[in-house]
């Protein structure tokens, strides 16, 4: 019997060892917002179509994506932290950096609103009202493109998060949404992921479209320099058609058909000048 | 109660439906969690034999290891495999990193103790005066393991359950080395941490269902197997 399951074994082995990996595979590491916004999803296919190379897609947070970057363990970055992407870019680990498009965050909250931050037009005021009440806050805490924005708020409203108001769920924004719908807190989020839970999250846009609130996506490829394997040409063909024409007009309507609106608007050939 | 409901649903029209990502996620958990029980059983059984026969100095220990091994957190063994095949790491020419051969690769170090373990056991349960019969009844050494083994089979099948069990349920290492690539390193667990964070529960609670389904579907089959003699 156990020789039987063996010689079973043996053959089931043979046949799924998968095929070697060839270099015509680019490893994208890029943040969880693109992969949950199902922009990847649609993205991904139309370039492997186009180009014949194989895309393997490692979402992880903006902090993590680049670090990876960082030590060639990827062939191109898709991350939205501008001040981080452009201290890699200068200490040489990435280059030649594109904005690709951008979307928003919103500040949400109970609606009872116990900051009365509904209306303010300036997000820092907002989270300076929150902690001065100590109004329960939910922060990400996992070093996401999210939370490094959230960090820059704080610092300039001046305030150093503490107190048992302040929680940090170290999860994704859709984790981090339900644990502020739950304990009727306040969050930071960006509008597609916010989009995407309607039917579980019931907090309301309390402050938006303030300018420090724009979250703007960039492409970069790996410095070859960086590890022994970096795929560059994979790197660039996959960077190059972020912000190729037919790629932007894809991105312009992505999310018409499920949420009503666009999720991200594009903004391939600007710089960050354009967005002071 | 209502969610569960909806997503007891929403397994039943996936699986009618014959939605076919849903059907090569759940065929790649199978085919991942299969390959990397039967090679722990490959590796697993004739170690745990040798370690159950032996007598040598530091034996105790080695057994200690064994039965942390039986243990080992599913994340913990994800960094480390992840570690070494990175680009940079020792295996990294290999370019497995985010493929299935990853997935079996750290399923296999999650499931190898376990069958070790349970295999030690199982041949040490077998009383010292039978191995001695057999020996005087003029049984070769290799006749003498084989008969043991065979002796052992129902603990053995354990081994196999629980095996399987831990590495089809996991999803920590999967998740690390694997990177959940949809269409390529996707499976059951993975998608099911992937929903939920879309915040898609009933698609979520549907694939917990295939997999508790699954799960169950060969447990029953080895327990046949396993009880099929005794009966």
Redesign the interface.
Known sequence: MLLRLLLVALCFVGLTAPARAQSTNVILSTTTSTQDSGLLDVLVPMFEKKTGLSVKTVSVGTGQALALAARGEADVALVHAPSLERKYVEDGKMQHRRLVMYNDFIIIGPEDDPARIKGMPRAVDALKRIAETQSRFVSRGDKSGTHLLELGLWKQAGIEPKGAWYIESGQGMGQTLGIANDRRAYTITDRGTWLAFQKRVSLPILVEKDKPLLNIYSVMEVNPANGPRVNVAGGKAFADFMVAPETQAVIKVFGVDKFGQALFVPIAGKTDADFP | MELIGQGLLEAVRLLLAGDREVWSVTWLSL??S??AT??A??CGIPLGTALALSRFTGRGFLISLVNTGMGLPPVVVGLFVTIVL???GVL??????????AM?LAQLVIAAPIVIGLTLAAIQQIPDKFRLQLLALGASRPQMVWTL??EA?LP?LAAVMAGFGAVISEVGASLMVG????G?TRVLTTATV?E????N?DVAIALSLILLVLMFLVNWALTW?QQRRVA
């Open positions: 085919r991942i299969a390959t039967l090679l059983l490959a990175w680009r940079s990294g020419f290999l370019e497995l990193l985010y493929t299935p051969t079996v083994l065979k089979r053995m990177g959940n690539i949809k390529s992937l939920t964070s879309k915040g529960f197997i």
